[in-house]
């Protein structure tokens, strides 16, 4: 693995030119449970005159509640039922499977315009009792993926009262490479699933470290543009691009602060790389560690109170410290087992923190989770190189990074380490994933 001294050092001298990849991500289950729920998802019936929607609700549902690790939607259906009256509750009883799903798409013309009236809901077969319901209206055929997440949102929270994240996005980096051999970087947007791809900035230089606006409206990333790191802004609806950081030296690792107001980052500027909190209306920047050492990928509590960072200032190791976000005190070192701990990540709750971990008594940089005010560390990954782990908006899926051979992909593991999945583009290498925050209907 690159050294964490070197990764900060060597980057800026990375460089290439192509085009951008623009497939959507592929996902494959590669480990599921065996106390994976059964479930039915009928396929949605459609009224109107004009042609099949353009996505297949049911679909997209189905798929949406496997890759949870919760749920296992049965493959052959003995009717589709779209009304309850249609449902022949004994064929679902002897299959013993207790929830299902049933919908329609309705479509309309309004000022010329196709829109669509979507409808589910969710039964159990035993009591023949509606557990979930809901209509949504006004839908376009470019949302009608979202009204799928978010009914499969709605699905996940009835069966399990944990809210889901399937109505959400992530972003992330590929590099792709060109005719001549040369490397493209281009920053991406894509739906939870890998649909709906979108390339939000291709550039010859590197760019890294998405990190999500608690809005979901904003990303920031370092650029390489130009020569020389800086950190940029952008807006998703209109693309729209501002330079925050352009210091000399190092710009790097920026963080959205919980309400949205302030940006963590790295910075060289007056020496070695330190830790700053930039307010972004002002453009003031606090400092908050002063140490002749490493310290650099700040992440924020979800109460904005503090920061955790990795530092080498403990023996030339990296490892996670803590910080107040108002400045002025010690740092708190967080772990002390394994050669290698970096890169944190809070999950929603705050209660947990996921970062890679190496330990040492085995070679491999994996994604580790420990509980907040615990130094017990649970190893979740075997890769070689596992990396840049990221936090679903409901806390049970870590998203990372993962190169073997040269090869990145991303990658997602269940908090508990005991349902995987991976998530790779074939003709492009993908890295630096965050998971965004939930979304407002788009």
Not at 298 to 304: E, I, L, M, Q, S
Not at 329 to 358: M, W
């Amino acid at each position: 693995m690159r050294t964490f001294r070197n990764w900060l050092f060597i980057v800026a001298f990375l460089a290439g030119a192509s085009a951008p990849a623009r497939a959507a991500l592929e996902i494959e289950i590669t480990q599921g449970l065996e106390s994976a729920t059964p479930i039915a998802v009928a396929r949605f019936g459609h009224a109107g005159s004009g042609p099949a929607p353009p996505e297949s609700i049911s679909a997209i549902v189905a798929a949406n509640l496997a890759r949870s690790g919760r749920f296992a939607p049965l493959r052959d259906l003995p009717q589709h039922p779209v009304r309850k009256e249609d449902i022949r509750w004994p064929d679902w009883r002897r299959l013993r499977v207790g929830s299902l799903v049933i919908g329609s798409i309705e479509e309309t013309v309004r000022g010329g315009a196709r829109e669509y009236q979507v409808a589910f809901r969710l039964f159990d077969t035993f009591t023949a009792g509606q557990l979930a319901g809901q209509r949504y209206t006004g839908i376009r055929p470019d949302q009608l993926r979202w009204a799928g997440h978010q009914i499969s949102d709605d699905i996940y929270y009835a069966l399990t009262g944990e809210k889901g994240a399937f109505a959400t996005r992530i972003a992330y980096v590929t590099e792709t490479a060109g005719q001549e051999g040369e490397v493209v970087f281009a920053l991406n947007v894509a739906d939870s699933d890998g649909g709906n791809p979108v390339v939000l900035r291709t550039s010859p230089d590197p760019i890294m470290s998405p990190s999500w606006s608690p809005n979901g409206s904003w990303l920031a990333y370092v650029s390489f543009e130009g020569g020389r790191s800086r950190i940029m802004m952008q807006e998703l609806a209109t693309g729209r691009r501002q330079e925050v950081s352009a210091f000399p030296g190092i710009n790097g690792a920026p963080a959205f602060s919980p309400e949205g107001r302030r940006l963590a980052l790295t910075l060289s500027r007056d020496g070695s790389p330190d830790i700053y909190v930039l307010d972004l209306a002002s453009g003031e920047l606090l400092r908050l560690t002063t140490s002749p050492d490493i310290d650099t990928e700040p992440a924020w509590a979800p109460d904005g109170r503090t920061l955790v960072f990795t530092s080498d200032r403990s023996g030339g190791r990296p490892h996670l410290f803590r910080v107040s976000a108002a400045g002025g005190d010690k740092p708190r070192r967080l772990t002390f087992s394994g050669r290698y701990n970096a890169r944190a990540a809070f999950s929603p709750d705050g209660s947990r923190i996921a970062f890679v971990h190496e330990s040492e008594s085995a070679a491999g940089y994996r994604i580790a989770i420990m509980e907040v005010g615990s130094e017990k560390v649970d190893v979740l990954t075997n890769g070689i190189l596992d990396e840049s782990p990221t936090f679903a908006p409901n806390g049970r899926m870590i998203l990372y990074a993962a190169t073997d051979r040269d090869r990145s992909a991303l990658a997602a593991v269940s908090i508990d380490g005991q349902f995987r999945q991976r998530l790779s583009i074939d003709e492009a290498g993908v890295r630096d994933p965050a998971w965004s925050p939930r979304l407002a209907r788009r």
